[in-house]
């Protein structure tokens, strides 16, 4: 499934679809056409947290409804396909730590190859495809950054790469927005990245579950052959792979599941891919993004995430 929110324009409230055909199919409607309008859940989150039972009614009301014209995706308002439980980011992508420190003057930390490291980011400040993206006033040196995320599906705590591998819904595209003066600075003083990094974070344009990229399975747990790609007007920046993360996903859930219990609904970034900001291409010296700049994210399978650099 590719699972989306988007905006009905008469009710003016989110609303649960899928993209079938690069049109836009009602869940609801679905739901009623299989004969369970009763079962249609009310959004995505409330579908991931009802199980697998529910995701297999939607694969089945979705299949029941292909037929059905749908909205045509230039006609609608796509949203932020979840509102996450929670937003953490790893840093999973060596060739981006490697030349991140390598910037910095200095070889990457042991402790970096030890466990999957990540932070916590704030939930309440995500936004969608086409989104607008307010140039924050507190920084000269706004970045993008192109990432996967994983949604977590299944509950579990103190769980093994191969069993957190399963307890994923499904993945969608993550720009962890940065404000990189700011993020300097706080880490320097020994914590952050906080205001480097709270501001803004995308996400979508869609959510793909695990069944749509079963024959690109790399081979390890929660890992994907897919291309990801950056383009900032029109011009491509970055360039990489999913499958060449360092740590993979499984591992990523596992580590964070450490005497910790996962929920579904909860996001987990994949930290930059190689090459995939301005910090890596201009070692650290920008030049960085401006309003009116337009930042492009795409990963192959998910789709395209777009979102335009305005000052306010």
Request: net charge negative.
């Amino acid at each position: 499934m590719r699972l989306v929110t988007y905006l009905d324009r008469k009710s003016g409230q989110p609303r649960p679809g899928a993209l079938v055909h690069e049109a836009v199919l009602d869940l609801a409607a679905a739901y009623a056409r299989l004969g369970q309008a009763g079962a249609a859940p009310a959004s995505l989150l409330e579908l991931i947290q009802a199980g697998p039972a529910a995701w297999e009614m939607a694969r089945q009301a979705i299949a029941a409804a292909q037929s059905e014209p749908g909205t045509p995706l230039e006609a609608v308002k796509l949203l932020p396909p979840i509102r996450p439980v929670s937003l953490r980011d790893a840093y999973a992508f060596e060739q981006h730590v490697r030349t991140a420190n390598e910037n910095r003057g200095r070889a990457v930390p042991e402790e970096w190859y030890r466990f999957p490291i990540f932070y916590y980011t704030n939930p309440h400040s995500v936004i969608g495809p086409d989104d607008l993206l307010p140039y924050p006033r507190y920084t000269q040196a706004l970045d993008y950054e192109l990432e996967i995320a994983a949604v977590v599906g299944v509950e579990g705590k103190n769980l093994t790469a191969a069993q957190a591998a399963g307890h994923i819904f499904g993945f969608t595209i993550f720009n962890d927005w940065s404000a990189r003066d700011i993020q300097r600075a706080e880490m320097k003083a020994g914590l952050g990245p906080a205001k480097g990094k709270d501001f803004a974070s995308s996400l979508g344009p869609c959510i793909v579950t695990l069944d749509e990229l079963a024959d690109r399975a790399a081979g390890r747990p929660g890992v994907y052959d897919l291309s990801m790609t950056a383009t900032v007007n029109g011009a491509q920046r970055s360039a990489g792979n999913f499958k060449d993360i360092y740590w993979s996903f499984g591992e990523i859930l596992a580590r964070v599941s450490e005497e910790v219990r996962l929920y579904p609904g909860e996001v987990i970034g994949s930290g930059t891919v190689g090459t995939g900001c301005l910090l890596e291409l201009s070692k650290g010296e920008g030049p960085w993004l401006q309003a009116g700049d337009v930042v492009e994210l795409e990963i192959e399978r998910i789709g395209k995430l777009r979102n335009p650099v305005v000052q306010l």
